[in-house]
């Protein structure tokens, strides 16, 4: 079955890092970008980056661009996020997702919970 | 905040139908194809429209997309209740070199 499978929720404290998975199976992993979106509370969908799985080349939205860090390991089909220093307001629902071969997202990762709070 | 427009919220009566506009610019929507997604309560997006008015596989075809120009559109006919959700577009942004995803519409089955 084709499928992404992200890693669970996650409490954590401002200022501690954090990285969250995306498993994809059912598929040949490195055919396909992997993107991020995020979803906080209450709010619409932004698209946070992607990722080439064969050489792992990252394009990131300038809102992104140097406060997560988006990897790959392609030997266990598995995609990361990562941050260093979490803020309250990264507090959201992440969601991974493949970019299939007609530019669509398909399928999504079940979303993966970071609430970020002291 | 987002470059592609939806109105925040349209409605039926089970049996009608639903327009969702989505308005955007020449960096994005009138240069690049339109997707869709519909995002039922607590669950993740998923995939309804690709490549403008393209279903894929699985999804009704009560939903259908259109583009002209630098806006895009997907109706609903039939209203079902199963279809009260959120529904977004997105396409790719030349000038932004990223992806941008509408405001986002919540559909309500009256």
């Known amino acids: 079955e084709l499928q992404l499978v992200q890693s669970g929720a996650e409490v954590k404290k401002p200022g501690e890092s954090l990285r969250i998975s995306c498993k994809g199976s059912g598929y040949s992993f490195t055919s396909y970008w992997i993107i991020w979106v995020r979803q906080m509370p209450g709010k619409g969908l932004e698209w946070m980056g992607r990722i080439d799985p064969t050489d792992s080349e990252t394009i990131y939205s300038p809102s992104f661009q140097g406060h997560v860090t988006v990897s790959i390991d392609k030997s266990i089909s598995t995609a990361y996020l990562q941050w260093s220093s979490l803020k309250a307001s990264d507090t959201a629902i992440y969601y991974c997702?493949?970019?299939?071969?007609?530019?669509?997202?398909?399928?999504w990762g079940q979303g993966t919970l970071v609430t970020v709070s002291s | 905040q987002s470059v592609l427009t939806q109105p925040p919220s349209a409605s039926g009566t089970p049996g009608q139908g639903v327009t969702i506009s989505c308005s955007g610019s020449t960096s994005n929507i009138e240069s690049n194809t339109v997707n869709w997604y519909q995002q039922l309560p607590g669950t993740a997006p998923k995939l309804l429209i690709h490549?403008?008015?393209q279903r894929p596989s699985g999804v009704p075809d009560r939903f259908s997309g259109s583009k002209s120009g630098t806006s895009a559109s997907l109706a609903i006919s039939g209203l079902q209740s199963e279809d009260e959700a959120d529904y977004y577009c997105a396409a790719w942004d030349d000038g932004l070199n990223g992806l941008v995803f509408g405001t986002g519409t919540n559909v309500t089955v009256l």
């Open positions: 997702a493949r970019q299939d071969s007609r530019g669509g997202f398909d399928p």
């Open positions: 490549s403008d008015h």
